[in-house]
């Protein structure tokens, strides 16, 4: 299948800054080349709805799961039991169910790249009202590592994509769509306008290294440690940026 770059990047840059998503969904015509969007909520209902894109598409080269579902910034035990399990199903259930049905119709084929999308927690590091967020994306990075050990010896490999701080409605707002409070943290907006990036920049990165990679447990990683320390170097130059 060839794979045109430009259509590719403005596919990866709606996957990294959706404003929502559907309870339900319709199928595309892939010649439009639409993003599918699913809002996992269990087995039953996610299994019908997504493994039907092989017999639409004919075969799948690569497969992003973005299970990216947040909640109000606040401490644990304060979180509610809606949003714990919401946060849960999506980011790290939904990621597993997406997976398999992609590992299966890979397999099938004979071939194919899985990929996750990494955040916060995915590193190790511990960001207090956050931590829930953090849980799913720190046992996404071993699900997504174990993964690419089963599937040694086969022609189907999977890896990782770490963004980095991305400008989206995740960050802006609440999960009930409202306006979110990081906006009068002061430090976290400093911290925000010097490493984040909007969705088109990362993507712009993201997908020529996608589209070469052959290494089965890559991890494609846009802020790299270097990168940002050359940013809080020149943070004078980043200040209201983007938010």
Known sequence: ????????????????????????????????????????????????????????????????????????????WETDGTCTENIIKTNLIGMIYGSQIAATGMLKQGHGAIYSMEGLGSNNMVQPKTILYGTTKHALTYFMRGLAKELEGTNVIAGRLSPGMVLTDFITKTPDGKRSEVFSDEKFRKTFNILADKPETVAKYFVPRILKNLKNDAQIAWLTNRKAAWRFMTAGFRKDRLI
């Open 1 to 76: 299948m060839e794979i045109n770059l430009e259509e590719f990047q403005t596919l990866l840059s709606q996957l990294t800054s959706f404003d929502k998503m559907y309870e339900q969904v319709r199928f595309v015509d892939p010649v439009k080349k639409e993003v599918l969007f699913v809002k996992h909520k269990n087995q039953e209902e996610i299994i019908p709805v997504l493994e039907p894109c092989f017999g639409i598409w004919g075969e799948i080269d690569i497969w992003i799961n973005n299970a990216g579902q947040n909640t109000t910034r606040m401490f644990s």
